[in-house]
């Protein structure tokens, strides 16, 4: 899919154009289907080629691009690489166009729902959510890390082929595989403000030993006009949001950092105020949108976490036709000199009530400390 840049972002891509690096799918479990090394422009151009000496240089600035300041405030370099705002009829920030076939297409399947062909429908084109662990390999951190959970759950969209019922069902699978951390990266709802009431029970279910963290995808800007409804309501029912900002969680004595951005697409993401207050210790980010990446592996985020692709809803091999991702970071595991992206294919549909070629999933990711 061609996407056109505009004029913000024109000048970000043509400096990582320089050079190209190897974004290459694992071949673990859950890894990206292309099978493939995708020679792309990538943060490696900026953050560790030489432009990135330039640009990342600061004068008390660490390897990782992170200044710190004598007042010990952690401020990132001003001219780093800025992830691309997606753009276009399809993937652009929200349009009346944009808005009209969301809400429509929202309910042309909440009607196919409520319908016997609907159900039958979505249930001979869209499996059983697969749950699965996949091990991350982390270059640093303390070993008190090692073996520690995370289970992702991005693109739920409920109010459409997924209702409070199966959420429950859902999450007690869930629980049931007694993850330590529990991340929702974005989309919970679809496209009506009442559909986040759906996860009063199913949020019952869950008790990760470390907490509930969430952040907002494009879907959860139809919130109303104050995505701070969205945000206090999840607060009231146990999810702690980090809507650009980050908490510190212990696990056998070592610190982890989950931080999150905002939506890179309908919010305002600000990686500076999430990573705000990050000592040397790793760090899991959140961001919905996967080409958030881009900035993210630049000031070396360990590992990023982002959905929005749906592993393409509808693919065909290899062909995918709308994923919206420029970088075809599409689905699975994808690494840039060190800093990883893990794209979950999600659980929910939009726009069609099926996938193909794309089955809905909730990857639990197991950290692993040293060498792979
Ligand atoms: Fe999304």
Redesign the pocket.
Known sequence: MSVDLDDSTRADADLARRTTVDVTPANEDGACKSGESNAVAGPEATARGATSEEILAAPTGSESGVVTTPSGVHRLPEQRPRAPRPSGPLSGKRTPLRRFLARSTAAVNRALDALPPGRWLHRAFCPRVQIHHVDVHLSRGHRGLDGLEIAFL??LHAGSFLDADELVELFRRIQAEEPDVVCFG??LINTREREILLYKDALAELAPPLGIFAVP???DHFFGTDIGLWESWLTEHGVTVLNNRGQRIEHAGAGLWIAGVD?L?EGTPDLEAALAGVEDEPVVLLA??PDFFFEAAAVDVDLTLS????GGQVRFGNIVPLH?SRFDWIEGRHEVAGSQLYVGR?IGV?FLPLRIGAPPEVPILRLRIGSA
């Open positions: 991005s693109d974005g989309d995808g494009n879907h939506d697409t919905h949108h959905g929005h692709t749906h919206h999600g939009t």
